[in-house]
């Protein structure tokens, strides 16, 4: 079947696409995130082997922070996702490679999460697993992968220490290739460290823009090409198709964090909004009120997206970051500079609300939303 065509069994066009229709079902899979974390957890005391010690606090986190003396190293590993299915059908559509992005995406995949507890990405390690030699054999493909791995290196300031390349046929599709990123960092000065030991009632709550779909919700978005009259190639847009506005490469916030440190700003706590999408603006164990009172734009294939799957607000803000991909919280002293610093570095951003005193819960107002504490199980 032309993929541009819609499935005769499709579901009906008036009836909502949820997250877990498309496959993805959070609540089966946060339960083994828990377990896997408390067996990790008894596996800490073997670090003081070696006169090491764990920040305990990072468990639960975006990255794993262990103390070696005079400074932390941080780490992390995040695959792409399903991604790069997209590419791929529109690598046939349309004839062009978009490996370079879909190679940017897979390091803010790892990056992004990586400086949520203040530390500064020092090296990644690349992991390419294809479902046969041949998919190395498309040479426009390849290098375009390697060009824009190298250039997301280049923007975080990173270097690529190497990678693996396995060819696992019987285990990945043929023709198809799974992405994976490690990320190690430093965060130097101990100061640095941003596990949420500072959040507090009064802060203030930036938020910063997304491109796009970044590379969470691509399951639902892959599953909506079913109702789309021209499927990939339907425009969101006039002159932009749905395909190219998936493929907009995820914005890479390293350098903000970093511009941040330069000028003596100290985040209090960081969220990365991916998975669960706004939800993880509750992602710390304290008991807070978030009280969102400005939402940032939504991106035109975001808009597209929950207009297509029928989503309510309250549904689409729980998978979809909706235009944030970032958030910092900081001393409402600092929200402003916060702004300016990040769109300095091309980021827009804007002061969306503040912390409180209260439940653990977010409120956005503009649009009458609560999540609460039962909304997001990740520990």
Not at 101 to 118: C, E, F, K, S
Not at 160 to 176: D, F, K, N, S, Y
Not at 229 to 247: H, R
Not at 250 to 261: D, I, N
């Amino acid at each position: 079947m032309n993929s541009t065509e819609p499935r005769a069994d499709a579901a009906p066009a008036d009836a909502a696409l949820t997250y877990e229709q498309a496959g993805v079902n959070y609540d089966l899979i946060d339960p083994l995130k828990v377990s896997a974390q408390r067996a990790a957890a008894a596996t800490a005391g073997h670090l003081a082997a070696h006169g090491f010690t764990e920040v305990a606090a990072s468990r639960g986190e975006s990255a794993y922070v262990v103390d070696v003396g005079p400074f932390y190293l941080a780490s992390i590993v995040e695959c792409l996702g399903s991604k790069a299915l997209v590419a791929d059908e529109m690598q046939q559509l349309t004839g062009k490679s978009y490996y370079d992005g879909i190679a940017q995406d897979t390091i803010a995949m790892a990056v992004n999460d990586l400086i949520t507890v203040g530390a500064t990405p020092l090296v990644v390690q690349a992991y390419w697993a294809a479902g046969g030699s041949d998919w190395f054999g498309d040479a426009q493909r390849a290098q375009a992968l390697v060009a824009g791995w190298k250039k997301a290196c280049d923007t975080c300031g990173v270097a690529w220490g190497g990678g693996e390349t396995p060819a696992l046929a019987g285990i990945v599709e043929a023709g198809r290739i799974d992405l994976a990123a490690s990320c190690t960092g430093l965060i130097n000065p101990k100061e640095r460290l941003s596990v949420g030991d500072r959040l507090q009632a009064g802060d203030a709550i930036v938020l910063l823009a997304s491109s796009g779909i970044h590379a969470n919700g691509l399951s639902l978005a892959r599953k909506l090409v079913e109702r789309l009259p021209q499927g990939y190639l339907t425009e969101v847009q006039p002159g932009l198709s749905y395909g190219e506005a998936l493929l907009a490469p995820t914005t890479l916030y390293s350098p903000v964090t970093e511009a941040l440190y330069k000028a003596g700003v100290v985040p209090h706590y960081c969220a990365n909004i991916t998975g669960h999408g706004w939800r993880k603006l509750l992602r710390h164990p304290a008991e807070l009120t978030y009280r969102i009172r400005s939402v940032p734009e939504v991106t035109p294939v975001l808009k597209f997206i929950q207009q297509h799957a029928r989503q309510d607000d309250r549904e689409a803000y729980s998978t979809l970051n909706m235009g944030a991909g970032f958030a910092i919280f900081v001393d409402a002293a600092d929200a402003e500079r916060v702004v300016q610093i990040a769109q300095a570095q091309g980021v827009p951003a804007l002061v969306a609300g503040q912390v409180e005193a209260g439940p653990k819960q977010l409120l956005i107002e503009p649009l009458n939303i609560r999540f609460g504490n039962d909304d997001l199980q990740l520990r």
